[in-house]
């Protein structure tokens, strides 16, 4: 009788084991994020300046959203962020290919590649504000080299978000780039091998050998990629601020300037929501995926 109460004891630890690791990761979790999204969702159902009481407005918050050409062009830019943001995963890997080989001077080509990856967002806005400066910037110096005249980039609202985009693939291409590197680096030489044999080179090696064994930094390319881009926010405010006449602007600074400049915490919080649904779905999406290969 004892041996057995002893052996169900022994079992209920194991079976609670799991449970005593993630529960401080879990309040943590359920404190820094599910309770701020849990309250973003309540205030959105409301009018609320930030101080004062709040009144309940329902749904108004979020049919005045839909019909703001501002949200509309804060939802195409980050569509425009999304779509353009993916180079970043095919730059890195092609510069990663070129940089995972055994020749002098490799170590030295490859820490300017990673250079990037080390420096703030805000000093790349601040290098990038001036490279496209048309008095005195980089860019407008081969302008007039070419007998062309200078474009101001950041001031043309058609341009401006291309601009911001560009700046950002620059640091977000060298971390796919190390992603991939650390890929390559622990790829199975026999299968490269076994492919050499049977005749596979060049875009077929890549293809059929090189990207099934890059399926897993791939994937945390992607995901990371996607997610920045949603979240894009520090170049903006460095770069734009939203300009010119908010051609710039995304959903995460909208909702910055709407809560914060405009002291209008309930429509900022639909904003939010409007961004986390969207953020789930691509998240879910990607976690299907890896349960299925996982599977």
């Not at 820490?111 to 990038?128: C, D, K, Q, T, W």
């Not at 710039?248 to 300037?257: C, H, I, R």
């Amino acid at each position: 009788m004892k041996k057995d109460t002893e052996y169900r004891w022994l079992r209920l630890q194991f079976t609670l084991a799991p449970v005593y690791f993630l529960a401080p990761a879990f309040l943590l979790f359920a404190v820094f994020v599910l309770w701020p999204v849990v309250q973003s969702i309540w205030i959105s159902f409301h009018e609320w300046s930030g101080f004062g009481e709040m009144t309940w407005v329902g749904l108004q918050n979020y049919r005045e959203l839909f019909s703001d050409p501002d949200f509309h062009i804060s939802l195409a830019n980050n569509i425009r962020w999304l779509v353009l943001m993916l180079l970043a995963p095919v730059g890195g890997l092609f510069i990663a290919l070129f940089l995972n080989q055994n020749v002098r001077g490799i170590r030295m080509i490859k820490s300017l590649f990673f250079f990037p990856f080390v420096i703030n967002l805000v000093v790349i806005g601040l290098i990038f504000s001036w490279f496209y400066n048309p008095d005195l910037g980089l860019l407008a110096a081969v302008f007039r080299a070419f007998g062309a005249k200078p474009i101001p980039i950041l001031a043309n609202e058609h341009l401006a978000t291309y601009g911001i985009i560009l700046a950002n693939l620059w640091p977000q291409t060298a971390y796919c780039m190390i992603l991939y590197l650390t890929g390559l680096t622990s790829m199975n030489a026999q299968v490269i091998e076994a492919g050499r044999i049977d005749g596979a080179f060049g875009w077929t090696m890549l293809w059929n050998v090189v990207l099934p064994q890059l399926r897993g930094a791939t994937f945390i390319a992607v995901v990371v990629t996607v997610i920045g881009a949603l979240r894009s926010f520090d170049l903006i405010a460095i770069m734009t601020s939203g300009g010119p006449w908010g051609s710039s602007n995304v959903l995460a600074y909208m909702m910055y300037q709407e809560s914060l400049f405009n002291f209008r915490m309930g429509y900022g919080a639909s904003i939010a929501v409007i961004l986390f649904l969207i953020m789930t779905v691509f998240i879910t999406f990607f976690l299907r995926s890896v349960v299925q290969n996982e599977r």
